[in-house]
């Protein structure tokens, strides 16, 4: 079956430019979560859903940045007035619940550059 | 301090050799753990997860969770070069968030 997808793959912007970014969950999944990784690092928790609404995002940087799943399956990050440092790939997973069991499955990212 | 820590370097091992990763947590209240592989320019994939003291093992790989000593390990036997990837170390705080460790790449040399 289809798994995450994420679109675009790639986005180029200039600093202070908006963005969205869109994540389409595997059908059924209940959860979904964004993470930001930076070139060498593991991936950085940002926000996660559950259902339409936001369990938590106390990994959001600023409040630059913001999330929303409006009808509980496609997600949208946006992220106003971009910077430089905003730059890396955006992942999104999604699983089936929040059980500390869940296989969460990501997408293949969008690779995010600010000039 | 970060949640979950992988200190190693690059890791180079012969073809049919073991390959051993590990990783330490400073959240005692995490739950569960996962090592995903993620090769070059992909996105990360699960490989083996684990919640109980002691070891998990799923094919060519075995992971060991100790909890006391708030550690974690992957042992990779008979490494092949597809296993050419990072590995990241991965825990669970709460809500299923991932707190993930930076990566550890792993060379399997033919």
């Known amino acids: 079956g289809a798994g995450v997808s994420q679109t675009p793959s790639n986005k180029v912007t200039e600093k202070g430019k908006y963005v969205e970014l869109r994540c389409d969950p595997i059908?059924?999944?209940?959860?979904l979560y964004w993470y930001r990784q930076s070139l060498g690092q593991g991936p950085e928790f940002l926000i996660y859903?559950?259902?339409?609404?936001?369990?938590?995002d106390s990994g959001l940087p600023n409040d630059r940045f913001f999330a929303v799943r409006p009808e509980g399956s496609v997600s949208t990050l946006k992220i106003q007035r971009t910077e430089r440092g905003d730059s890396a790939v955006y992942l999104c997973?999604?699983?089936?619940?929040?059980?500390?069991?869940?296989?969460?499955?990501f997408g293949p990212g969008t690779r995010l550059t600010v000039l | 301090q970060k949640e979950v820590e992988q200190n190693s370097g690059p890791l180079s091992v012969p073809e049919g050799a073991i390959a051993s990763l590990n990783c330490t947590y400073s959240?005692?209240?995490?739950?569960?753990f996962f090592w995903y592989r993620q090769y070059s320019g992909k996105s990360p994939e699960l490989i083996m997860f684990?919640?109980?003291?002691g070891d998990k093992e799923d094919g060519r790989f075995t992971a060991q969770l100790n909890k006391a000593s708030q550690y974690v390990s992957l042992l990779i036997r008979d490494s092949q070069p597809s296993d050419s990837a990072t590995y990241l170390c991965?825990?669970?705080?709460?809500?299923?968030?991932?707190?993930f460790g930076k990566g550890n790449q792993v060379v399997v040399i033919p």
């Open positions: 684990i919640y109980s003291n």
């Open positions: 997973a999604s699983s089936l619940t929040t059980g500390g069991w869940d296989e969460q499955f």
């Open positions: 959240d005692r209240g995490s739950q569960s």
């Open positions: 991965a825990g669970t705080h709460g809500n299923n968030r991932l707190a």
């Open positions: 059908s059924g999944h209940t959860a």
């Open positions: 859903f559950q259902g339409t609404g936001a369990a938590d």
